[in-house]
């Protein structure tokens, strides 16, 4: 799999001193569904937008599609790396849900037909095809997450980043961004969240990196992260595996971070 | 008076602060000082001529006169900012009667700073990274007003619905006055003081009005 | 609900439950859909009731009429009646509502006045607003900051806390006016982990501490699994499951509803779905056996 992005010794430290990230040294693949976690404070959210060019590493380089972020400008980047902010409130301004939703992929140059389809594609995959005339703020906060989200879509970045996408939102809400991540993999673009929900990380990420203190703890496909022997690192950050991975734990059957994985163990025995 | 002014300043050790005050009358200051050096009516102790205009020793004493004024409104304004400790100030206005309305709004709106430049920040943010160009030209970095601006609006606006509640739901509208936490001392001598000031300033201005007295 | 009916031993009436909802149908104003239609709910005092249901159901409506802030300071049509402690929610103003009955949103920050330098004096906001003697406001602060386990945070600035550190400075305001009826509309759904734990923590205590009527909408289930006595789950504006909260949150229709069960309900169901073979003893003691929060390692925004 090719490499879409690198991250090669980087850290960054703010004006005032404070350190958000160290030494990290990360390869993102296309096709890879990756979910970041930690504490409030770990870095994920500085480590992010070391990707989009948000924010420059104090140290070290960063390098998309192996060329290196320093001096491109934040919109140019946006080209390569979609970043769906956790309140959609700090993007939303349009009149209509299908005006912000085409804000993204007009910037980026798209016009016509060729814009339509990308807007259309975005408000049928978040379910809002049937609002697009409807003013943003006559929708409920969560709807509109999923409206912020759609945008982000609409760009058709080859990288996608998705801050906390499942707060706020009611069981429909969560499966609907399941099947939205799902979809994305298998286009083969790279989908990166970052979540408190370990469920959601478990069961729809084939990788998972761990953060605590600025610095990556753990990074490996859920049935290693959640395994016995981490769970201590997880507990130093406050973290706990998810309720299939502990109960596997429990009775026995290894490490099952996801409910199949669980079911077809207790299956099997 | 822009001696007693600067005295104080320095007295306070506030000499550094009050540099932010002190730009901000530059501009001010630049044109005064042009204006009246080169086009005082009637002078003619020229100094040296440009052209058409010349500087005259009047004008410029005019202009250093002006100046002084306008420096030493500057240097008062900034004392009172920064020797007055805001929630001291609307406590006490409260105490004697300002509506509890008005004094939630100005400390409210003063606490509010911080947090609205905050959120700006990350408004402009979320816009780079949807391709909104902030370093291209003029004309480009024009058409992001709406999008910048827009959320910003907007979501204030969506708040007030929610802020507003949250205030009745803590009783902000029961009729009567507001319990002072912390009264403010007046000792005696500092109402003297005050009264004292006040007398003396409009003794001072009804002697400039009436044309007795030079005000400096 | 028949927990929350108390037969007294010496007179046969129930007690007037903290928090009655009889047959109450909401509309908002300039508008000519009901958004509740036909409640009917109550809660007696010192118990906690869990509100579910899919979003857009009319929960966070339920909230502001339970409040008496629905129609009293939003206007709208009220049907039916809404008691809080037998009082009708028709009589009073906003101000006199507010003693009986409290209310916190999702969003920490909007709640808080932003006119206090200290966490104290945005706790004793409330109070003064009453003009209540600077004798009482203090003890009112100093006892709300204790249920609520904050008093460390008296000195702080209130607009440089954590999420979880704000809903509670939050929480203690309202509850520095001492309602005897609590209302919260997702209190921790803009929170991390650890403060959804605070906050929970700090709501069982509270609700154990003092003898007041809790209602709570959440889409977490699992916290209303340790938290709630009773639940409710609410679709298109209508009360359609209500009983104990470990029947309600097992119930089918949750799920069907679109309403996300608590994990250990969720494996038990999809294993007996499989046909496999789950002990539900051992599924709830795993799920019950979590981390629990320490406040002093949620860490202030800097």
Known sequence: MTAVARLEGVGFVYPDGTRALAGVALELREGERVGIVGQNGSGKSTLVRQLNGLLRPTEGRVTLFGRDTAGVHVAELARTVGLAFQNPDRQIFAASVRSEVAFGARNLGRRGAELDRAVQAALEAVGLEGEAATNPYDLGYSRRKLLALASILAMETPVVVLDEPTTGQDARGVERIQRIVGSLGETGRTVITI???MRFVAESFQRVIVMRAGRVILDGPPVTVFAAEHAGALASTFLEAPLAARLGERLGLGTTPSESALLDALAAR | MLAIVLAIALAARLGRAMRPYLLATLPLVISILLVNTFLYPGATDRILTLGPVSATWTGLAEALQATARVVAFALSVALLALTTAIDDLLDDLEHRGLGRRTIFVIGSAIRTVPRMIERAGEIVDAQRARGLDTEGSVWRRARG???????MVLSALSEVEERTMALEARAFSAPGRRTTLRPLPDRPAERALRWGLFLAAVVLVGLSVSGRFPLP | MSEAIVVNAVNDAPPTPALLLDGVRYGYAGTRRWVLDGVNLEVAAGRVLGIVGPNEAGKSTLCLVAAGLAPAAIGGRLEGD??????????????????????????????????????????????????????EIADRVEHALGALRIEALGPRDPMRLSGGQAQLVALASVVALRPPVLVLDEPTSQLDPAGTRLVGEALAGLAAATATAIVVVEHKTWLLADLADACALVADGRVVVHGATADVLADDRLVELGVEPPPAVRLRRAAAVRGVALDSAVVDAVAAARLAAD???VEPVP
């Open chain 1, 195 to 197: 979540s408190h929900d």
């Open chain 2, 145 to 151: 007003v709406v999008p910048l601006a827009g959320p």
């Open chain 3, 82 to 135: 809404v008691l809080l402690g037998g009082l009708s929610t028709r009589d009073a103003n906003p101000h006199q509502m507010a003693q009986r009955a409290g209310i916190l949103f999702q969003n920490p920050v909007t709640q808080l006045s932003a006119t206090a330098p200290t966490v104290y004096e945005e706790v004793a906001f409330g109070p003064r607003n009453l003009g209540l003697a600077v004798d």
């Open chain 3, 295 to 297: 406040p002093d390692t």
